[in-house]
């Protein structure tokens, strides 16, 4: 939805743009502006930053993998003690509004690499749509598609790279709500 989508038409066909206040948090905010609700909220559940990803060390290039963290919820694409995350996989690493522009592995449909690019939501995002198993219906979510990261040497993760985690299926078919 773009700004022009939210304005009124008046009389005499002048447009009334909508006051600051009456945008959606997202995007009247800045990362660093939202509360701990708002910002949890943003995550649309697509589970992709759940997924392992290996760098090589001579170029600096991330590549994704199907395996998922062991604390993954295939089913549900949350964590499954999200509170305790950073303590039972030492490598999980916390979004916070600092990191996330730095993160380039966080797949472009994320709702918190838009907002760090000043840009709009998708329509799928629950926040837009209203539902919650928007982000598994329009195909962007990890259900379906990831394999538990328990019991597979580290050495093996190579046979599981995968693509289209870090691909924007959205890309071609519509933009951002806005």
Partial sequence: ???????????????AE????????????????LTGSEWESLCDGCGR??????????????VW???SCTLFDEGSCRCRDYDNRLE????????????VPGLSWLPPTCG?????????????HPLVSG???SVHAAGISVRGRVFPEDG???????????????????EDTSEASG
């Fill in 152 to 170: 597979i040497p580290l050495e093996d993760y190579e046979n599981f790279l995968a693509d289209w985690p870090g691909e924007n299926p959205m």
């Fill in 88 to 99: 039972k996989v030492p490598d999980c690493l916390p979004l916070t509004p600092e990191t």
């Fill in 112 to 124: 918190y690499r838009l907002m760090a690019e000043g840009r709009d939501l998708y329509w799928w």
């Fill in 65 to 67: 993998t199907s395996l």
């Fill in 18 to 33: 909508p006051s600051a206040e009456a945008l959606p948090f997202w995007r009247r905010k800045t990362l660093a502006e």
């Fill in 1 to 15: 939805m773009t700004a022009s989508d939210d304005s009124t038409t008046l009389p005499g066909g002048k447009t």
């Fill in 131 to 133: 539902d919650p198993q």
């Fill in 49 to 62: 930053c759940c997924l392992n990803k290996l760098e090589d060390w001579d170029t600096g290039e991330i």
